[in-house]
Structure formats: C-alpha cells, structure tokens
C-alpha cells in the first residue's frame, strides 16, 4: 500500500482534471454547451458567450455562480442566457454584491456584511444610486485624473454596484434590438471585414445578410422563454450550421476552443492540487513518512503539469507570449515558482522544494483569480505592448526574476519559522536550506538584471529612451541592488546563514512593490496597470515579512532548534548562526 498510494491518490486527481474535458450534460434538456460557444464580438476580440457570462458575473458578484434557493445554482451561461432571454426572472436572482455597511443601509438592510441583492432589491433606489454615481464622477472630473484614487470605501462600493447595474442593464438589451447592447452579436456579411460584427440594434439598419442571424437569436431567445429546450437546440444548431456556411467556421472554431478551455479549468483544479501537494508536505516534516512526501511530490507534478497545460492552451487561444497583463504575470511567476520548487525537491528530498512550490503555487493562483474580477484576462493588449519580440524577452526574462525572489523568501520564511518553533531543523537541513537561498538569489540577480536591461532597450525602442526613472523601473532596478547587495554581504562574509535569511525575506517586501506596488501609484509611462484594490492585503504582506525579519533577529539561544543553540554550548558541535 505504501508503494501504490502515492500513485492510486495522483491517479484520482487526474481522474478529477480529465473529468473537465467530457462534454457537459444538457441542462434541463437544453443544450447549454452548444449555446455558450457561440461566437460574439467583445472588448475586441471573439469570444465566446460563455466567457462574457464568466468574465461578467465575476465583475458583478465575484463569484462564478448565481444562489437560487431551493434549486441548484445557476452556472454563469444558465444565467448570461436568462438575462438575455428572461430578464423578469433575472431580475429577482440576488448577485449584486455589496459590502459597505452604509450602502447596505441605503438598500435597506442594517446586515454590515456582505450581503447579495438582486436588481428588484435596488430597483427603489435605482435614482438614488445613479445621482451619487454621477455627483462622485463630475466632481472627480473636476479634481482630475488622480482623483478616483481618493474615493473612500464607501464611494468605491457604490461605484462597484453602479457599474454593475449599467453592465447588467447592456446584458439585457443585448439581443435585442436596443443601442445600449453590451456586445457584438451579429457577424460581419461576406465581403465586410472580420472585426465588423453589430448589434442586433445596428444590424436591423443594414444589409439583408445579417436578418438570418438575428433570426435564429429570435428563435433561441422565444423557444427559451416559452419553455421549449427541443425549439432551442434545434436553433442553436441550426445557426452553428450557418456560421459554418457563411465563411464564419475559423471564428466558431476560437470560440469552441476558448469554450473547452473555461470547461476544464486548469489554473482553479491545480490550485486545489497544489494545496493538496502543500499538506503532504507538510505531514512529512510531523512524521517524516517518505509515503506522504512521494505522495506530496506526485500530486506537486500533476498540478504542475496541469498548470502548464493551462498556461500553454491560453498562449495558444491569444497567439501572445505567456506574460501579456497583470493576471497573466501571476499565473506565470506561479508556474517559474514551482518549476524551482519541483527542481529543488529532486536535489534536497527534504519537503522543502515540495511546500514552498505547493505554497507559491496556489497563493500566485488565488491572487489571479482576484486579478480576474475585474473582466477579461485576454483583452487586446494596449498599443505599446502589442510586440511578442518584447512580451517573450523582457517580460518573461523579468518575470523569472520575481518567481525566484519569492522562493528565495519563502525558503527563508520556512527556515526561520522551522527554527523559531520547532526542533525539526537539523544541521543538515539548515545547510541545505542556506545553499537553496543562496543559489536562488544568484539566479533571481541574473533575471532581474537581464530583464531589466532588455526592459531598457524595449523603452528606447517605445519611447526614444533607454532610462526615465519611472516608478516601474526603480522597481526593477531595486530588485536587482538589493540582490547584488545580498552577494556582496554574504561574499564579504558581513551576513552569515540567519544575515541571509534576513535579507531573502526583506527581498519578498521589495519584489511585491515592483510587481503590485508601483501599479498603486498610477503615475509614469507604466500607469496602464494602474490599481488599488490590492493595497490593504499588500501592506498586511509588507507588514507580516517584518514581523519575520523580527523573528529572526531574536538571538538564536531562544530559538527552540536544538541545532542553532549547540552554538552556544562549546561540547557539542556548533553551526554557524
């Protein structure tokens, strides 16, 4: 059992991951899938219509799911397709989120919590919202551009809810023939070019070509409000049959794949496997049973693979390299982290390469799925970014150079903390972990430098400089000091082993403000990844890695690691503190 259950338990989550790729059972008798890979055109690119209700309602409610009491949840196409065809039932669906106790009161309810309205919820309050809204909006015109990063908690929660009715009200009005319609539906006619898709709006003002499709949107749209699941597929198949035959079969095809790839979900099914990975590891150090370690490592390859499989499929749906926006760069610095912790586990086989990549792993992806609130992680790249010489080069280069700063830290992390706490840190294990840091920390100053420097060439190309001080490329350039600082302290024999340690975790502080913090900032040639919602939760991980740099420094005497005190006690053999 010892020798098969590291292999029977990867076989399962593997089963769990391929499980994603079987064609999803009609609902109701309707056929879902086929509806939700229909083609439309949106933020400038095809997607199809399962994306726009994932991308949306995660916009709206932070959640892929809508609650229905009594019945099952609503997945996000079950809910794109009522919005569009049953909008009075919809209605009454409660995914509006609101968080602020003082909005929540306006609502009418005194619960200071989050609390999930529906839009016959706010309807009484529709007028009240909208004059804030736009009160808040004029006077931040007025301001200037910085102004909306002042709005207080309040204003940002009243904003969120506004701009989630006005996208839920341009749902709605989607296929049917209103000008506030929130995508693109109707395709271009033979002869028009690729991108001139309309509205169903737009297309009752144009040529004949477009009437067949907005036939079938009609049938859809009728045979579902009336009930009739045999009436719906027929149409749905019936208008994928003419997209097939009007020259349209290369924009249905991108969105059948985007479609599969919603389906099987890579990057949520290996953050849970990574997690999975992380606990393994973590009962190898409680017990040191090879079993849970073998098992841990398995579950971290699967998850990896998974990830990669992931990462390379959305290459290939954007046809860009892996890093093109701020979600992209998490997904990606999460895949680097654990190709060194997978590297790292072969060498050592300690638990140490197994939990720091499970760990990493799963923390890059939660923060990804954070980043993926606020719309779509594939739009059209800005006009300064649209080159894959550059995305593939510098920013991948650049990016590596993060993913290894944070193993460096968070391998310090687990020596202090293994130290502090425990008597699991054996002399062997102190030393190994000394030469992993040290080891990753030379590799991070190689990226970061290089990056940095192709970074340079890439700004004198864009911009006619090489060097502007841009918040963005101190940021860089602060990571790349700080790591030649490390070397030359430890070379100098100014830091020893817990010097090091010290400095690595200090670097995590330093990485997460070039790669989150100067974005904050919102100013320099680099604003175009301006946010703030991540502000609180950057300042609690800034503050808990100086809490660790004072863990640290409390001499290693009262450290509960046997192996450090033996420095202190002249009979036994000593390690360098």
Known sequence: MKKWFPWILTGLFAAWFLSGMQEPKPVQDYDLAGWSRLPVLLNGRIQPLDSVARNCLLSISGKSLVRVKGSNSLSAAEWLLETTTRPQLADTRKFFRVQHPDLEGLLGTEKASLEYYSFNDVTNQLESIENQARTLMDSEQAKGSDAEKLRTPFQKDLMHLYESLVLYTRLKDSLIADDNAYFRAIPPAPGQPADAWLTIFDSNKSSAEAQPAIAFYADMAAANQNRQPVDFNRAAASYRIWLQNNNLAPQLAHSSREYFFNQIEPFYKSMVIYVAAAIFGCIYWINFSETMRRSGFKLLVLAFIIHTIGLGYRMYL?????????????????????????????????????????????????????????????????????????????????????????????????????????????????????????????????????????????????????????????????????????????????????????????????????????????????????????????????????????????????WKSLTLRQAYSPALPSLPS
């Not at 999460?334 to 912790?341: E, K």
């Not at 600082?485 to 340690?501: N, Q």
């Not at 913090?517 to 991980?541: C, E, K, P, R």
């Open 318 to 558: 954007e046809g860009r390299p892996p890093v093109t926006n701020l979600y992209s760069s998490a997904i990606f610095i999460g895949w680097g982290a654990t190709l060194l912790g997978i590297i790292l586990e072969r060498i050592f086989k300690g638990g140490i390469g197994l939990v720091s990549a499970g760990f990493i792993g799963f923390t890059t992806l939660i923060i990804a799925h954070h980043l993926a609130l606020s719309g779509d992680t594939m739009e059209m790249l800005r006009a300064v970014l649209d080159t894959n010489l550059w995305l593939a080069t510098h920013v991948v280069v650049i990016t590596m150079g993060y993913a290894s700063m944070f193993v460096a830290g968070l391998l310090a992390i687990i020596y202090v903390l293994r130290g502090f706490f425990t008597r699991s840190l054996s002399p062997d294990i102190a030393k190994a972990l000394v030469r992993m840091v040290y080891g990753i920390v030379c590799f991070a100053t190689l990226f970061s430098f290089a990056g940095t420097i192709l970074g340079g060439i890439w700004a004198d190309q864009s911009w006619g400089r090489f060097w502007g001080w841009d918040p963005k490329e101190n940021g860089a350039l602060l990571i790349v000091l700080w790591n030649a600082i490390i070397l030359h302290l430890r070379w100098g024999g100014m830091i020893k082993d817990r010097g090091l340690m010290i400095s690595a975790i200090f670097g995590n502080i330093i990485t997460s403000f070039s790669w989150f913090g100067v974005n904050m900032l919102g100013v320099g040639l680099h604003s175009y990844g301006f946010m703030d919602q991540a502000f609180t939760w950057l300042m609690i991980f800034d503050a808990s890695q100086v809490l660790l740099i004072g863990l640290a420094l409390v001499p290693v005497k009262y």
